[in-house]
Structure formats: structure tokens, C-alpha cells
Nanobody, 116 residues
Framework: QVQLVESGGGLVQAGGSLRLSCTPSGSILRFNVMAWYRQAPGKQRELVAAMSLSMTTTYEDSVKGRFTISRDNAKNTVYLQMNSLKPEDTAVYYC??????????WGQGTEVTVSS
């Protein structure tokens, strides 16, 4: 059973920055896709950013130019750098991993709160 350990959430003022980290058990190279989703209160979970094994990235429109997903194979970690944060970015952020073989795994979630 793959586990994803997330960290980096917190409270930040609008315009500030946070960096989320996600470290899977086992090699990160096992996964076709690593992604970050978020779920705000009363809303559906949505894709924020994703990175394929070939390093192709995709972003939700509202975060383009502000958020960057990256991967450090040596540290076995995926990051989500979030800059110019807005109150509407407030949500629980979940790491998501789609392995080459096996079941999709979700992290436990890390809370991000952006105050105005």
C-alpha cells in the first residue's frame, strides 16, 4: 500500500507564498502522474496541477502563472510552489499519485488558509 506524506500547509496573508511537499513511500518514478488537488468548503475537489513522468505539466486556469509543480527525484518528492496567494486559494490540498501499475493513492491533505 503506497502512502503519500504531505507537508507545508498553513496560514498566510494574501500575496504570500507557501510550498507544499509530497513524498511517496517507494520510488517516485513508479508513478505516471503526480498531482495536487484541492477542496474548498462546500465545493468539489478540483485538480490544481499535475506532472507526468515525462515532466509534462498541466494547471488549473486560476493558478497559472502563480503555482508551479515540480519534482525532485533525488529527494523523492513533488512540490507545489504557490505564490501570490489569494483568499480563494483557501482549501485542503491533496497529493495524488497514479502509479504505472496499481491503484491511485491520495494523501491525507494539508490545509492552506489565505487571509485577506
Amino acid at each position: 500500500q503506497v502512502q503519500l506524506v504531505e507537508s507545508g500547509g498553513g496560514l498566510v496573508q494574501a500575496g504570500g507564498s507557501l510550498r507544499l511537499s509530497c513524498t511517496p513511500s517507494g520510488s517516485i518514478l513508479r508513478f505516471n502522474v503526480m498531482a495536487w488537488y484541492r477542496q474548498a468548503p462546500g465545493k468539489q475537489r478540483e485538480l490544481v496541477a499535475a506532472m507526468s513522468l515525462s515532466m509534462t505539466t498541466t494547471y488549473e486556469d486560476s493558478v497559472k502563472g502563480r503555482f508551479t509543480i515540480s519534482r525532485d527525484n533525488a529527494k523523492n518528492t513533488v512540490y507545489l510552489q504557490m505564490n501570490s496567494l489569494k483568499p480563494e486559494d483557501t482549501a485542503v490540498y491533496y497529493c495524488h499519485a497514479k502509479p504505472i501499475i496499481g491503484m491511485i493513492t491520495w494523501g491525507q491533505g494539508t490545509e492552506v488558509t489565505v487571509s485577506s
